[in-house]
């Protein structure tokens, strides 16, 4: 059975940091390219960053650039989002997604690529 695992939320109070993990079983992640989303409550979920199958080309969304990278260790077979300068409105569910892509370097912050999805791991900035 193919499954993705989040894990690494938290409560943080605003300027923390945490760093997501998301691994996998059933398959290995260096054949996919790599999605986190969140949900934050009442508004739709959204892509946060992503990267590519070969770990070359990342994205991020305009709100989280400069504060959140993402990376991809093949080795433990595990994608990390790094989240500093964390802000209140970062609160949300983050998901990981997989997809087998279109080519080593493709990424997308759309959902449409993405297969498989892990349940997810909640994070909430608050003081």
């Known amino acids: 059975q193919l499954q993705l695992v989040e894990s690494g939320g938290g409560l943080v109070q605003p300027g923390g940091s945490l760093r997501l993990s998301c691994t996998s079983s059933?398959?290995?992640?260096?054949?996919?390219?790599i999605g986190w989303f969140r949900r934050s409550p009442g508004k739709e979920r959204e892509g946060v960053s992503c990267?590519?199958?070969?770990?070359?080309?990342?994205s991020y969304a305009d709100s989280v650039k400069g504060r959140f990278t993402i990376s991809k260790n093949n080795a433990n077979n595990t994608v990390y989002l790094q989240m500093n300068s964390l802000k209140p409105e970062d609160t949300a569910v983050y998901f990981c997604?997989?997809?087998?892509?279109?080519?080593?370097?493709?990424?997308?912050?759309?959902?449409?690529?993405?297969?498989?999805w892990g349940q997810g791991t909640q994070v909430t900035v608050s003081s």
């Open positions: 059933g398959f290995t992640l260096d054949d996919y390219a």
């Open positions: 990267i590519s199958k070969s770990g070359g080309s990342t």
């Open positions: 997604a997989a997809s087998p892509g279109y080519g080593s370097n493709f990424y997308s912050l759309s959902e449409w690529p993405y297969e498989y």
